[in-house]
């Protein structure tokens, strides 16, 4: 199903992109799937239990499928055109990300929180806000960009604290709020023979 939407809307791409765009499409989907059935606001994240649950989800929707995913595709390409810019060198590559710099400590501080919970956390609430399109890579990025953020300012230790106290958390709620006003691409995309990479 969601192969063919792909194929219909991008079909005149060379067969790499074509596969990229295809991965992206479904791991999107599934994910918006996952939000609408409430399994990305437990508390205790299980991937089995997620993707049993996910299952009983679509074979309860199946009639009522197909409507949901091409209603969902319309906004993805929509989201897609804005949120993605693709790169073809890695001199452009370069180029676009060389202003971004991580403090040393983030990786310590990326050990200390539960980093799966707080991912599906901020993919829902993304989704919830309308940006369907390169979820778990935006997700990724938000995520790290607050918690650098926090510790360029406060050091490692109070971004921990921030993290259980729940204060990150609202930072990240804050910051996907505001994406309503920010018309720029997130999510840079280089393509190199089959290989992709992301930021």
Same mark, same amino acid.
């Given at each position: 199903?969601?192969?063919?939407?792909?194929?219909?809307?991008?079909?005149?791409?060379?067969?790499?992109?074509?596969?990229?765009?295809?991965?992206?499409? &479904?791991?999107?989907?599934?994910?918006?799937?996952?939000?609408?059935?409430?399994?990305?606001?437990?508390? @205790?994240?299980?991937?089995?239990?997620?993707?049993?649950?996910?299952?009983?989800?679509?074979?309860?929707?199946?009639?009522?499928?197909?409507?949901?995913?091409?209603?969902?595709?319309?906004?993805?390409?929509?989201?897609?055109?804005? @949120?993605?810019?693709?790169? &073809?060198?890695?001199?452009?590559?370069?180029?676009?990300?060389?202003?971004?710099?991580?403090?040393?400590?983030?990786?310590?501080?990326?050990?200390?929180?539960?980093?799966?919970?707080?991912?599906? &956390?901020?993919?829902?609430?993304?989704? @919830?806000?309308?940006?369907?399109?390169?979820?778990?890579?935006?997700?990724?990025?938000?995520?790290?960009?607050?918690?650098?953020?926090?510790?360029?300012?406060?050091?490692?230790?109070?971004?921990?604290?921030?993290?259980? *106290?729940?204060?990150?958390? *609202?930072?990240?709620?804050?910051?996907? *709020? *505001?994406?309503?006003?920010?018309?720029?691409?997130?999510?840079?995309?280089? &393509?190199?023979?089959?290989?992709?990479?992301?930021?």
């Amino acid at each position: 199903m969601l192969s063919e939407l792909v194929r219909e809307h991008f079909g005149d791409m060379p067969r790499g992109e074509l596969d990229a765009i295809r991965e992206f499409v &479904f791991r999107d989907f599934m994910h918006y799937l996952a939000t609408r059935a409430g399994i990305y606001n437990w508390k @205790r994240f299980s991937e089995n239990n997620a993707r049993l649950r996910l299952c009983m989800y679509v074979e309860k929707m199946w009639n009522k499928l197909w409507d949901i995913a091409n209603e969902w595709f319309n906004l993805w390409k929509l989201k897609w055109n804005q @949120r993605v810019r693709l790169v &073809f060198s890695e001199e452009e590559f370069k180029k676009a990300t060389q202003s971004v710099k991580w403090n040393s400590a983030l990786e310590e501080v990326l050990k200390k929180i539960n980093l799966t919970e707080l991912r599906l &956390f901020v993919i829902a609430n993304l989704i @919830r806000n309308g940006e369907v399109a390169g979820v778990e890579q935006i997700a990724e990025y938000l995520i790290r960009d607050e918690l650098n953020s926090i510790v360029e300012r406060h050091g490692p230790q109070k971004a921990a604290e921030m993290y259980k *106290s729940g204060a990150l958390a *609202s930072r990240l709620l804050e910051r996907i *709020s *505001s994406l309503k006003n920010f018309t720029d691409p997130l999510l840079l995309l280089k &393509f190199d023979f089959g290989r992709i990479q992301s930021y």
